[in-house]
């Protein structure tokens, strides 16, 4: 089974720019969740989609958003970018079984390493 | 509440030694804890979880945990370390309780395996 894809692996932007990944999960998985790597902040959640529903939020201006689509792939943009926003991007893909989300495990991606200039 | 608490920012151990690797945790709940690895420029990947079954967790290449909750720890360890297991170690704790599911971060542990 293939695993978790994201694309592009690398991109450079300026600021004021805006700029979207793109996510495609395991087959079969129904979770998704995104996200920010940053060497002075370490791993931060940024987001959580589930059936085409923003599911669970974490602490970023409202510069950063996501979708999912009816096929699980999703999709995050930022707009206005800043130079602090220079991260790796990861997504991570879980089946969300019903009634054990507790133990369910996250598929993570490559990552897309976004530079702001 | 919950938080992760990676007691080892570096590591670093000679080939063919043990590696230990630690973490402790709070929770308010029953937790589901994980151990992932990051090589360079890479995504992560999972080496164990506990799901409060077996409190001595086997993982891929050669690594296991044991959850403890006595001492609320959950602690990663090898008994022989290889120059490929030099990479970023990460603790994780997830919980759900109610509506709310959170996935909680320790900060890392760079392991550095000499020759």
């Known amino acids: 089974k293939a695993g978790v894809t994201q694309t592009p692996r690398y991109l450079i932007k300026t600021r004021g720019q805006q700029v979207t990944l793109s996510c495609s999960p395991i087959?079969?998985?129904?979770?998704v969740s995104w996200y920010q790597q940053t060497p002075g902040q370490g791993l931060q959640f940024l987001f959580e989609?589930?059936?085409?529903?923003?599911?669970n939020k974490g602490n970023f201006p409202g510069r950063f958003s996501g979708r999912q689509f009816s096929n699980s792939r999703s999709e995050m943009n930022v707009s206005t970018l800043e130079l602090g926003d220079s991260a790796l991007y990861l997504c991570?893909?879980?089946?969300?079984?019903?009634?054990?989300?507790?133990?369910?495990?996250?598929?993570f991606g490559p990552g897309t390493r976004l530079t702001v200039l | 509440a919950q938080s992760v608490t990676q007691l080892d920012s570096h590591v670093s151990v000679s080939e063919g030694t043990p590696v230990l690797l630690r973490c402790n945790y709070s929770?308010?709940?029953?937790?589901?804890l994980f151990w992932y690895v990051q090589h360079p420029n890479k995504g992560l990947q999972l080496l164990l979880k506990?799901?409060?079954?077996?409190?001595l967790v086997k993982g891929i290449n050669g690594f296991e945990a044991e959850f403890k909750k006595s001492e609320t720890s959950f602690h990663l360890t090898k008994p022989s370390a290889h120059m490929s297991d030099a990479a970023e170690y990460f603790c994780?704790?997830?919980?759900?309780?109610?509506?709310?599911?959170?996935?909680?971060f320790g900060a890392g542990t760079t392991v550095t395996v000499r020759a």
């Open positions: 991570a893909s879980s089946l969300d079984p019903k009634g054990r989300r507790n133990t369910d495990t996250q598929y």
């Open positions: 087959s079969g998985h129904r979770s």
């Open positions: 989609y589930f059936s085409e529903t923003q599911r």
């Open positions: 929770s308010s709940y029953s937790p589901s």
């Open positions: 506990y799901t409060s079954a077996a409190t």
């Open positions: 994780v704790v997830s919980e759900f309780s109610s509506n709310d599911y959170k996935l909680s």
